[in-house]
């Protein structure tokens, strides 16, 4: 798990019981392969079934990094706004699933999912969109379902 200087994400998640290791990058905005290769030399890798690698909380560097991942996830919230999908086109163009969460603010927000939906198919045409709300947990297993898990 990437983060500037904190374990506030990682932590949250281990309280789960789930095996988290963070990296901290310092000044740098995104994770690029060295850190994760360190990372990795402290889990043993053939107990893994499933590992996921989040990359810094911003959508604009982490894009140009490969982390030699299977699948690539790209989440964006619907309280950034109606316009992050076009605004940051080079996350949506090599991912595989789009997330679009918070989904029970979009109205507050005066947010147009449908276009959000529209905006990242445009972008890249196999993109599978996936609406959730994960702090209900709605969606969750659309997105599971997404990554054909």
Known sequence: MGDLTTTIDSDRIAEHGVEVIQINTGKMCHLDANPVRKALQHIDLESIN???????????????????????????????????????????????????????????MDVDVVKLERDACNINPNIKVVRTNCRSGEGVSKVIEALGL
């Open 50 to 108: 499933l590992l996921f690698i989040e990359n810094m909380g911003n959508l604009i560097c982490p894009a140009g990094f490969q982390l030699g991942s299977d699948k690539r996830v790209v989440i964006v919230s619907v309280t950034e706004g109606p316009y992050m999908v076009v605004k940051h086109p080079l996350s949506f163009m090599d991912a595989d699933v789009a997330v679009i969460n918070k989904m029970d603010l979009a109205e507050a």
